[in-house]
């Protein structure tokens, strides 16, 4: 039986990476199959597009766009096999967030097409949606790292970020959207995630 797809989604700060990290631990725990994948990836195309977030490297908006919507059709091969395999995925961000991102620079009607035919060849399952005002991305953002800031972490284009989401997720069922508040403390977001995405998992 074919596996689940269920991305991961949110604006920098919002905890999605680690809420991700603990479905997966507790799913593992139940015995259940599923890999961890992320984007951009750690291919060749996926550690370029990091290098230019975080300012080592400098291009357009529009090579920036295309250099993601390749990785990601790169990206989609792998995951297609494993999906195939009955294996779930959990994926860190996916098309939403070219949309929601590479849109503060570019059209959002253009972003969307040059991914379409990734999304023709793979839409997720189900999309958890974790929601956070730019006030408190910042603060996340601010006082859990020490790196270099990448280029979307101002609060201004966080705000921007969360509109473009709303329009991203126009393309997506709405029965496959689960809008998670990430205001409150972990174990809570950590329990509604569980609860909405467990049983779509069990769907075989």
Known sequence: MRGKFIVFEGPDGSGKTTQLRLL????????????????????????????????????????????FSADRSEH???MLRLLDEGKHVLCDRYVFSSIAYQGLDLPTEWV??????????????????IDLDERACMERITRGRDAVEELFETRERIKRVRSN?????????PERLFRIDGARTQEEVARDIYGCVRPLLAER
């Open 76 to 78: 989609i091969g792998d």
């Open 165 to 173: 989401y709303e329009y991203a997720f126009d393309r997506l069922p």
């Open 24 to 67: 997966a631990e507790r799913l593992a725990a139940e015995g259940v199959s599923a890999a961890s994948e992320r984007e951009p990836t750690g291919s060749a195309l996926g550690s370029l597009v990091r290098e230019i977030l975080s300012g080592r490297r400098v291009c357009e908006p529009q090579t920036l766009a295309l250099l």
């Open 112 to 129: 969307a097409e040059v991914n379409r035919p990734n999304t023709e060849r793979l839409m997720p399952d189900a999309v958890v949606y």
